[in-house]
């Protein structure tokens, strides 16, 4: 009768992490560079957003050039359309007039829409590290003021 069970213990046990072995596998990481003109974007953001619609839109900040958005961020393989956004100090600063007074760094979009609002970027991601998804921009500037989007999970 013990023996009964320890073996639909076992077997339990087997089920539940052979269940677990399939959930979660197959998430993508990516990684690499943003330069605009040849600059690096020093503080902007990217996002990659599903071209069929389906599964979930992900981004992170783009610091020094280089951005990382790990696997836990919810990225499956698949095509993907890239927005990229980089709101560049112009060094005027801003007084906010309307409640505080605070002051605050002027900021223009730099980056054309053609690679955000509008992108005609594609990154192809496969199953687990996506390493040196790189993007050399080129264009011209942006007029823009403003902050703009953050990348999504940020």
Do not use: H
Not at 19 to 31: N, P, Q, R
Not at 107 to 126: H, M
């Amino acid at each position: 009768m013990r023996k009964f069970g320890y073996t639909i213990r076992a077997a339990g046990l087997f089920l539940f992490l052979a269940a677990l072995a399939g959930c979660g596998g197959g998430g993508a990481s990516v990684e690499g560079t943003v330069t605009f003109n040849g600059e690096p974007v020093d503080e902007g953001g990217i996002n990659f957003v599903p071209v069929d619609g389906k599964g979930t839109k992900m981004g992170a900040e783009i610091k020094n050039g280089k951005y990382a958005v790990p696997s836990d961020r919810g990225a499956q393989p698949g095509n993907y359309k890239v927005e990229v956004y980089w709101n560049k100090k112009t060094g005027r600063t801003l007084t906010d007039t309307a409640d505080t007074g605070a002051k605050t760094s002027e900021t223009k979009q730099v980056i054309p829409e053609q690679f955000n609002t509008k992108t005609t970027l594609t990154a192809d991601l496969k199953g687990g590290s996506n390493a040196a998804v790189n993007f050399d921009l080129k264009g011209t500037a942006a007029g823009g003021k403003g902050k703009g989007p953050k990348a999504v999970g940020d």
